[in-house]
């Protein structure tokens, strides 16, 4: 039995020895395979690109001017001109409460009007005939336009006007619905343009110039602009800084009071050359690259620029030379590779 052991012992040794010896000599194989016919790599040609660094928000989208119809009176609207998407000039009437609204006090207003009207008439009769002074005239004059005054603020109050020229963009009341004095009634946006306000943090702000190129994305609608406006100082609120930015809308393709993703732009190079993050290490002497030269891996230190999750290489690299993409993990600087693929 003790025989028998000993016999699978020295077998199964046997098997274990061999199949190690085996590796070793495939190991040994490759190795020999890559200094002969090189390690296969990949590579990028170096071709100039466009590089573009962006800071991204979200932010509400609105008209360059928007502006409410609120009642001054309170009571019950009478009638409504106006529906969401309508164009409105400066001044139009828009809601209207009824003439005998007490708030209004329209009759007393007219009636002192009337009154004030016909006694201007005679004492300008009188005046042209030499019967009263022109400072009666004047005086009576006077209160003529106190009393014109006064009926067309009653009317100001009874019919409510758009604030200013643009769309309706919303109305908050129906006919026979009750009000009080100040509400809002409806809002009135010029959406031609877009205005827009971020918040950026203490290193974002240091990137953003005024004037510089942003884009707004809304419902698969994308809107040019630029930055307007850059405080100067950190609002203690928000513990950022405002930066006002205005796009292009002239189409009337974004709606207003959106939530909107914004891009700005804070560099561009239309002629980068850029390598990806992974493919450039680092060592205590800084960044570097492989690059192929004569079928040798060369190992080059390069100038980094900006980065955008690739790398702007300002120097140590030129157009059309050949930058190891792939195969970084079994090259080293003066190894000889073989090129299986170009490309980015």
Known sequence: MKSKLMILFVI???LFLGCAKQEEVE?????QIYKEEGIPV???VMQPETFIKELSFNANLSG?????????IGGRIEKVNVKVGDYVEKGQVMFEFPEDAPAGQLVQAQSAFEMIEATYARMQNLYAKGGISKQDLEGVETQYKVAEANLDAVMQMLKVRAPIEGYVISVNVRETDGVHA??????VSQTDKMKARIWATENEVCQIKKGQAASAIWNNVTLSGRVTEIAIAMDRGHNAFGVDLVFENSENLCKSNVISDISIQTYKNNNALIIARSNVKKDVNGYF?????????????????QENG???????VTQEEQVIVKGLNLVYDGAK???VADGK
Request: proline share 0%; no cysteine.
């Open 337 to 339: 590779v073989k090129i």
């Open 27 to 31: 190991s040994k194989n490759m190795e």
């Open 12 to 14: 199964a040794t046997m």
């Open 182 to 187: 100040e509400d809002v009634l409806a809002f």
């Open 310 to 316: 690739g790398f702007e290489i300002v120097d140590g």
């Open 64 to 72: 360059i001017r928007q502006s409410a119809a609120a009642a001054m």
């Open 42 to 44: 990949e590579v990028q």
């Open 289 to 305: 690259i492989y690059k192929v030269e004569s079928e040798k891996a060369t190992k080059t230190y390069v100038e980094i620029g």
